[in-house]
């Protein structure tokens, strides 16, 4: 229970820029709203609020990255880390201590994107509560990406890299349209990494497709395992230097 401390100051900090907060929690809405509109003057059936709102909820978790990257490059870049290194906290203390506050936001960021998408006529059943559990373990992922970030670059590098990946995740993740639609290399691309895969098995939890889900959530699982394993060590070489 030793990072619940530093968990509460991140937290603290995290709150300091709320208008930041905002624009992470409120893009995500009106991207929302403005596909449903389009959605009504197609012939087809491409953004239903069914398929949109698990994509958009997955693609508001790239501002975690951002909040968590941010967090930690601007404490290296104040020392703030060096001089908090003499207390009795390891590498994963200090990696939990700001996933915590993150997780918050997460499910933050998950009820109001639902709500939203009930108002746009998103039914509410069982397969929503599924939905929202499943949409905070893939939340882990996104802070883990963060972490990674912050661990091996500055604050100001970290919003540079942030603009690519939010790119990537984005179009390689079917947010916005399905990769079959695309195919080939494109689409090869997009099912090695973790992205397609979260917005995937958030579909299938919402729709009680629950036996799908299974292999898109062990990628995402594993991804993450990978990606909090590499910020560990990362951190602990940060801390011996």
Request: aromatic residues 16%; positive net charge; hydrophobic residues 55%.
């Amino acid at each position: 229970m030793r990072y619940l401390a530093f968990a509460s100051r991140n937290c603290k900090e995290i709150f300091r820029d709320p208008l930041t907060l905002l624009f992470g929690i409120s893009l995500p809405i009106i991207i929302m709203c403005l596909f449903s509109i389009m959605q009504k003057n197609m012939p087809f059936d491409l953004y239903s609020i069914e398929n949109l709102t698990p994509g958009v909820i997955v693609f508001s978790f790239s501002f975690i990255t951002l909040f968590s990257g941010m967090l930690i490059g601007k404490d290296k870049s104040s020392s703030f880390l060096m001089r908090i290194f003499a207390s009795p906290l390891f590498a994963t203390d200090y990696i939990m201590g700001y996933a915590l506050p993150l997780i918050a936001v997460a499910i933050l960021q998950i009820v109001i994107c639902f709500i939203s998408a009930f108002f746009l006529g998103l039914s509410f059943n069982a397969n929503v509560l599924g939905a929202g559990i499943l949409l905070i373990i893939i939340a882990m992922l996104y802070i883990g990406f963060g972490l990674l970030l912050g661990t091996y670059f500055t604050d100001k590098q970290v919003g540079g890299i942030f603009a690519i990946f939010v790119n990537v995740t984005t179009w390689l993740s079917g947010t916005w349209f399905e990769l079959d639609m695309i195919g080939g290399t494109f689409k090869t691309i997009g099912y090695a990494l973790p992205f397609a895969h979260a917005v995937d098995a958030t579909r299938f939890a919402l729709s009680g497709e629950y036996a799908d889900l299974i292999l898109p959530l062990l990628w995402v699982i594993g991804y993450t395992i990978i990606i909090f394993v590499i910020s560990v060590w990362g951190f602990k070489k940060k801390m011996k230097s």
